[in-house]
């Protein structure tokens, strides 16, 4: 690890790099048209899709629909199709069939996937995505994730500066055991729910005003988020210190031997009362990370024995740069 023989950052210091996080995310943010060249797509697709299964509906899902995509995102979309007994393969295979036929280029059917897809390409707009069948749970998420986004600005602010850490970082791979974009977030929701005064509530903890079945899930959340705008007001934490604060949590803070982070609860549970305590098949539980809806889901079983020691040398190296670099906002998104 690097050691830096330049002082220790102090608050205000820290407070002095908002503008240049502020900066950052904003350049990150997907520009009006690139939103108007995904309905495009969006409409287009439905066009093709309904001959074929005239009560289907196509679902935007992922960051181009939670509020946290940057720009030049893949979009991910959902065919839900309401019959019995579908077979999803079947169905990949079909949707592939028709969407070769039309303009879209690089059509492939992964029908193997642990999610299977439909990849594609448009060449009108340039956007590339991918389509799964009546993955209804992650539109649900999707718009859990884009709830709390609406609460209080920073959530968003974070979560763009630390996705954006982590993909430079090469930290953002689950098939190389690294975390998905989509627990990122949620880690980002559950430090801000832990602040004190809190930054953000606990939808889950708090009357449901929107609720759905899904897969014999229940998922009930209070929605009415424009009534909470005011929620975070009394913490007046820049995104400079919360940036510090995230990174330190992880590096210094969290227990990685007995806490689950829980965005349902607003918590920290603990590896024992989710009886996630050794290794299940592949599910190791070496960082834990509880699905808000699926609650038996760890979005951290993907890490391994070695990848969590490359996650936790990334946090230590980030906090590390945000307490004595320099110039952090360089240092920070460096490419591995
Ligand atoms: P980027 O594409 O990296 O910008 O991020 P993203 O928000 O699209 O995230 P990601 O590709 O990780 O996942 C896409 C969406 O799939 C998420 O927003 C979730 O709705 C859903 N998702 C991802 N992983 C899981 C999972 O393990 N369980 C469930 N239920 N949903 C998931
Ligand atoms: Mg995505």
Not at 73 to 93: F, R, Y
Not at 299 to 323: H, N, P, T, Y
Request: charged letters at 25%; a neutral charge.
């Amino acid at each position: 690890m690097r050691v830096y023989k330049r002082q220790m950052r102090c608050r205000s210091d820290i407070d002095r790099l908002n503008g240049q996080f502020l900066a950052i995310f904003d350049s990150l943010i997907p520009p009006e048209e690139e939103k108007a060249k995904q309905k495009q797509l969006l409409t287009l697709l439905e066009k093709l899709i309904i001959k074929e299964w005239p009560r289907a509906r196509l679902y935007l899902y992922g960051s181009c629909a939670n509020s946290f995509g940057v720009s030049k995102s893949d979009v991910d979309l959902c065919l839900a199709i309401e019959e019995p007994d579908i077979n999803k393969a079947e169905v990949i295979l079909r949707l592939a069939d028709i969407l070769q036929s039309d303009s879209l280029q690089n059509v492939q059917a992964l029908t193997r996937a642990r999610v299977p897809i439909v990849k594609l390409m448009d060449p009108a707009t340039g956007i590339s995505c991918d389509i799964c069948i009546n993955n209804v749970l992650a539109v649900v998420n999707t718009r859990l994730l884009g709830d709390y986004a609406r609460i209080d600005v920073r959530l968003r602010q974070l979560a763009y500066i630390v996705k954006h850490w982590a993909k430079t970082r090469g930290v953002n791979e689950t098939y190389q055991g690294t975390l998905s974009s989509y627990a990122y977030v949620l880690m980002c929701i559950h430090f801000l729910q832990q602040r004190r005064p809190a930054i953000l509530p606990c939808l889950q903890g708090m009357e449901a005003t929107y609720s759905v079945t899904v897969d014999n899930i229940e998922c009930a959340y209070f929605d009415q988020v424009e009534k909470l705008r005011d929620f975070g007001s009394h913490n007046r934490q820049t995104i400079s210190q919360l940036v510090w604060g995230f990174f330190n949590y992880w590096a210094y803070r969290h227990d990685y031997t007995d806490s689950v982070v829980s965005v349902r609860t607003g918590s920290i549970l603990s590896k024992r009362e989710k009886d996630w305590t050794r290794r299940v098949g592949n599910d190791r539980h070496l960082i834990c990370i509880e699905d808000p809806f699926e609650i038996s889901h760890d979005l951290g079983r993907v890490v391994d024995k070695f990848s969590i020691r490359v996650l936790r040398e990334e946090f230590e190296r980030a906090a590390e740069i945000m307490q004595y670099d320099p110039s952090p906002c360089v240092k920070l998104f460096e490419p591995y």
